[in-house]
């Protein structure tokens, strides 16, 4: 029963372990309890991951980055395309998750996948990437401005940056954008400020400015356990000028 499976990561949610100290420290305390059975409540919860992954260009002998990339589990998503990268980084400052991680690349066998410890904001790789992406991660970074200043920094010119996460429109959006409702605005940065996910009216405004955008949907996705709420998130790829 799906319930009983969640039952761990729903106590974690609404019941989060007090946290302190640096944000790798208050990251491994919320995740700690929840790291084994993450990936499967999260596929319930992130809408457009899949379907993210699977429309990328993957470039053969190419660099991808994945940004806060948790257990590792976009590197599945990629499927036998995997294989075509030289080297797939896999960034993240959760110790809990990146054990998850290190065990899946050791399970399947990844030759050319990385798992490093580090802040997305600070983080320089060796060499340019051809891929960066955010998967439900930027909103957990307190700095986000500074992780996409830095994944920018990380792409080559003419680079893929992607990403799907969640957000909120701004009260006046620009023209053609979608405004969310006053209960919206008010609704979804409560409710997952409670877990430190921090829904912000600025990603795509700054996104939208820093890159040329390749696409971009703005959707509503359905939250377990909240009696048909559906939560905004958006899908955007760019390309680094």
């Known amino acids: 029963m799906k319930l009983l499976a969640d039952l761990p990561t729903l106590w974690h949610m609404v019941f989060p372990?007090?946290?302190?100290?640096?944000?790798?420290?208050?990251l491994d305390a919320f995740y700690r309890g929840q790291a084994k059975t993450y990936d499967d409540f999260r596929k319930r919860l992130l809408h457009g991951r899949e379907e993210l992954m699977a429309s990328l260009e993957i470039p053969e002998g190419g660099v991808w980055i994945d940004m806060g990339a948790g257990t590792g589990s976009n590197a599945?998503?990629?499927?036998?395309?995997?294989?075509?990268?030289?080297?797939?980084?896999?960034?993240?400052?959760?110790?809990?998750?990146?054990?998850?991680?290190?065990?899946r690349v050791k399970d399947r066998g990844w030759a050319n996948v990385e798992v490093i410890h580090a802040d997305a904001g600070v983080w320089r790789c060796d060499e340019p990437a051809d891929l960066v992406t955010f998967s439900y991660s930027l909103t957990m970074m307190p700095d986000w401005f500074k992780a996409l200043d830095r994944a920018c920094e990380n792409l080559k010119s003419g680079g893929t940056l992607a990403l799907?996460?969640?957000?909120?429109?701004?009260?006046?959006?620009?023209?053609?954008?979608?405004?969310?409702?006053k209960f919206q605005r008010f609704l979804w940065p409560k409710t997952y400020a409670w877990d430190d996910v921090f829904v912000s009216a600025d990603h795509v405004p700054y996104l939208r400015y820093k890159l040329d955008p390749v696409r971009f949907e703005e959707r509503l996705g359905k939250v377990p356990y909240l009696l048909g709420l559906k939560s905004p998130y958006y899908l955007f790829v760019g390309r680094k000028r």
């Open 164 to 181: 799907v996460d969640f957000y909120i429109s701004r009260k006046y959006p620009e023209s053609g954008l979608r405004k969310h409702t």
């Open 76 to 103: 599945e998503l990629l499927g036998d395309r995997l294989a075509r990268l030289r080297r797939a980084i896999q960034v993240d400052l959760c110790p809990s998750l990146q054990e998850v991680a290190r065990q």
């Open 17 to 26: 372990p007090a946290r302190r100290g640096s944000q790798a420290e208050r």
